[in-house]
């Protein structure tokens, strides 16, 4: 691994559009997706080992399954999947949503703190602004719901609270850059009184991928601008860490502490010398994460 004023690349990878960073503490290694390659990545930061699995389509976001296996947002609908010796993961497709359009996938996607799976959709042409995309929420009682927020160009930043009660969302397109927050059911799975959070359109970069912390506070990575931004639960900016690449993606929380951040980036549309676009980085920011819930049965 190479680093930068503490800053450690993970191998030589470097991803399309890399995505879903998530920690393993059973295993104690991380996972993370790169939706264009269809490929899903394991490496374990002990022994500086990875392998990876390629889907039959792409795969943009996953969450562990707590009874095995992971649950993913693809092109087609949320697919439960299974990595084992072979090269090729198993796959078996759970559900589809009736608004899942032709040029359309799911985006970014989490379980709440209760296990519930939620992820959203979008238009995958980013030029055409459609605002076609929806949230849903999955559940193996229940099934996918029908579209909880609607109007989306592309979903994005997908996150809760330490507490589960404030959730978090946010709309990338560059003719948005919103973040926002909901109050956040618990016990149904239903949030409410949506309002804005940050406008991301008075800081450097888009909202992409986010991770929470235990202080409550959210962290955005910046896509386009190089950096991570840490918001306080009142939308106030109270950090700003610089990465190496133009369009970090989506960081995550993980390691024996919960104390390293991984951060997953995109190549695409970024000229080949630039050496960081797409790589994969850990760095220690100084605080500690919140374990990711797994998809429960």
């Known amino acids: 691994?190479?680093?930068?004023?503490?800053?450690?690349?993970?191998?030589?990878?470097k991803c399309i559009v890399g995505e879903s960073p998530l920690w393993n503490a059973e295993q104690r290694a991380w996972y993370w997706v790169d939706i264009v390659a269809r490929t899903i990545w394991r490496f374990d930061p002990h022994s500086g080992k990875t392998r990876n699995w390629t889907t039959s389509e792409m795969v943009a976001c996953i969450a562990f399954n707590a009874d095995g296996g992971l649950i993913a947002g693809m092109e087609s609908g949320l697919f439960s999947l299974f990595l084992g010796e072979e090269q090729m993961a198993h796959e078996k497709r759970l559900a589809a949503p009736a608004e899942l359009g032709a040029g359309m996938r799911f985006n970014d996607g989490r379980c709440d703190r209760q296990g519930r799976f939620w992820s959203g959709t979008m238009f995958m042409d980013m030029a055409a602004a459609s605002p076609v995309g929806h949230l849903y929420r999955y559940t193996s009682q229940n099934g996918l719901s029908a579209p909880v927020v609607s109007e989306l160009i592309v979903q994005n930043g997908l996150a809760w609270s330490p507490d589960g009660r404030t959730m978090y969302l946010s709309d990338s397109h560059m003719s948005r850059q919103l973040i926002w927050a909901f109050d956040y059911d618990t016990e149904t799975g239903t949030p409410s009184h949506q309002r804005l959070f940050v406008?991301?359109?008075?800081y450097p970069g888009r909202p992409d991928g986010a991770a929470v912390d235990s202080e409550g506070c959210y962290w955005i990575c910046a896509n386009d601008a190089g950096c991570i931004l840490r918001f306080t639960p009142e939308g106030i900016l109270d950090r700003r860490l610089d990465?190496?690449?133009?369009?970090?993606s989506m960081c995550s929380f993980g390691g024996d502490d919960m104390q390293t951040l991984l951060v997953t980036s995109i190549s695409a549309g970024i000229p080949e010398t630039d050496l960081w676009a797409g790589a994969v980085l850990m760095l220690r920011p100084g605080v500690t994460g919140i374990a990711e819930t797994p998809f429960r049965t």
Request: charged share 20%.
């Open 1 to 13: 691994m190479s680093s930068i004023a503490g800053i450690e690349r993970v191998a030589d990878i």
């Open 199 to 202: 406008d991301m359109n008075a």
């Open 243 to 248: 990465v190496p690449m133009a369009k970090p």
